[in-house]
């Protein structure tokens, strides 16, 4: 697990990694590691261990409550602080005022990306696949923010070299946004392309006014030694990137 430098006092933005010191045993080889995802075959009280690992190691920054949520690839964003929730959340955004709350979301190549106000009073984390980014998960989540973050830390995603899509997904993107053509590099194979996921996020974040833009410089894909990865192996587990004032 590490922390992202440079943010407003008190913020701590980090994702953790495939070799945590404390992951648990586990029977199947693909999930082997510190895997915090529920939907994936792996046994439930392996997972809820490592979970409340994460809490007791964020409690030693004053944090006492943690919010998980289903994704889905949805534009779906929610503002939780005080309340917990009875029905398990489902979407892809979190919004928080309410110190001491680390909110979190799950990727195994999809890009997650944290946000926060220059204040420090206010964060984001959001999941943000292909089909979030072209929908608008970017956009909503910071309409759903009571201020306006001046700030985006972009955790690890598949690398563009990595990303094969098809014609459609490319189309997705440009008839919203045409500048984003430069995104897309064209594959040997017909109608197939290699999408980069961290200059189609900056983009869209420059455009919502946050020009200060921190990470997207790794790799899911090739980083196996630190990440999992979906397209790499279908059957994996799944990282967690976090957010809380501290």
Known sequence: MQFVQGLPQGICVGQTRVHHEKARSCLQAELTGFNLALHVGDEAKRVQLHRMTLLQEFAEFGVDKMTWMTQTHSTLCYTINEEIPFASLEGDGLVTQRKAHAL?????????IVLGNAEG??????????????????????????????????????????????????????????????????????????????????????????????????????????????????????????????
């Open 104 to 112: 979190m979301m799950m990727t195994a190549d999809c890009l997650p």
């Open 121 to 246: 009073t206010e964060v984001a984390n959001l999941h943000a696949g292909w089909r979030g980014l072209a929908n608008g998960i970017v956009e909503h989540t910071i309409s759903t923010m009571q201020t306006l973050p001046t700030w985006a830390w972009l955790g690890a995603a598949i690398s563009q070299p990595n990303f094969e899509i098809g014609a459609e997904v490319k189309l997705a993107f440009c008839v919203k946004y045409p500048e984003l053509d430069s995104a897309f590099q064209a594959s040997e194979k017909v109608d197939k392309f290699y999408a980069d996921l961290y200059a189609i996020a900056r983009y869209i974040l420059k455009q919502q006014g946050v020009d200060m833009v921190l990470g997207g410089d790794q790799c899911s894909y090739q980083q196996a030694e630190e990440y999992f990865s979906y397209r790499r192996e279908a059957k994996t587990g799944r990282m967690a990137t976090f957010v809380f004032m501290a």
